[in-house]
């Protein structure tokens, strides 16, 4: 008979939930870091360094819940594509997939801290541009492209090799490989771009429901508002995930977290599955 309680397959390569919860900690110590360095100017901040320092670790708690989840869903999926924890290589991917899953994760968030759905505080008018709305960098945008290239690189790299893994291997094949890989990683910089591009209207393209804002004076932007503003979104957690990509292969690295291995996971309960008989005890024992 099956017993309810077997040996989970690759236990030892999953994150525990005390490593997924200071793991969580810290990439969002990292990442709300630098995304509040990216938007608060050294001048700003050298004005008013306590009250920065506490919005830093109050917004880096508050999103302790949803670096959670896209740790324990990059972990997942590394687990799902047999990525060990002791190779070297197998510990970087694990990192792209982690950072990756992080910043999808954190994208909705974006509406929640941007939304001003009370009509009598927001602007009555839209922001002609993107820099007039206060919420902007301070760097310019090449920076801002080039931080989201930071995890995308890798991941295409990885991805090119994945996709050309199936190519004869033959001098051919090779250079096939090598063409793929590399126009893989040419596209990250220009889809980095574009995404930039349509994020720069996210401000301008909302509008402000109010008495003050007349149906024509409404710009044709605002049809894709929802659009330019998910792209804002995900390049907020693209950039950040600069900071966090180096963090996560530091904290796999340290090996802090990790299941030890013969780590028994309960199984799902179906059909086919029954307790396991307990041993028998000895007598006078």
Not at 56 to 61: H, K, Q, R, T
Request: proline share 7%.
């Amino acid at each position: 008979m099956r017993s309810l309680v077997i040996p989970e397959k690759g236990a030892d390569r999953r994150l525990s939930g005390h490593g997924i919860l200071v793991m969580a900690v810290l990439l969002g110590l990292a990442v709300i870091g630098l995304d509040q360095f990216l938007r608060v100017s050294p001048a700003q901040f050298a004005m008013q360094p306590g009250t920065e320092i506490q919005h830093w670790i109050a917004d880096s708690l508050m999103a302790t819940p949803l670096f959670a989840v896209g740790i324990l869903a990059g972990d997942w999926i590394a687990g799902r594509a047999r990525l060990t924890a002791d190779r070297r290589t197998d510990l970087l991917k694990r990192a792209m997939l982690i950072s990756v899953a992080t910043a999808l994760v954190l994208s909705p968030a974006w509406f929640q801290v941007d939304r001003t759905d009370n009509p009598i505080t927001s602007q009555p008018l839209v922001f002609p541009q993107a820099h007039d709305s206060g919420d902007v960098y301070w760097v310019t945008s090449p920076v801002i492209v080039a931080l989201a290239c930071a995890c995308l690189v890798p991941a295409a790299a990885w991805g090119g090799r994945r996709l050309s893994r199936g190519l004869p291997a033959s001098r051919a094949g090779g250079v096939l490989r090598v063409a793929t890989t590399v126009l893989l990683i040419a596209a990250v910089p220009v889809l980095a771009w574009l995404l930039h591009q349509a994020a720069v209207h996210a401000y301008s393209s909302r509008v402000y429901y109010t008495s003050a804002v007349a149906a024509g004076q409404r710009p044709a932007a605002a049809r894709f508002a929802l659009g330019y503003q998910a792209a804002h979104a995900l390049q907020d957690g693209l950039a950040g995930q600069a900071a966090g990509l180096p963090v996560t292969v530091a904290f796999l690295l340290a090996g802090v977290g990790r299941r030890p291995a013969g780590t028994r996971q309960p199984a799902r309960v179906g059909r086919g599955n029954v307790p396991a008989a307990e041993p028998a005890t000895p007598e006078g024992t």
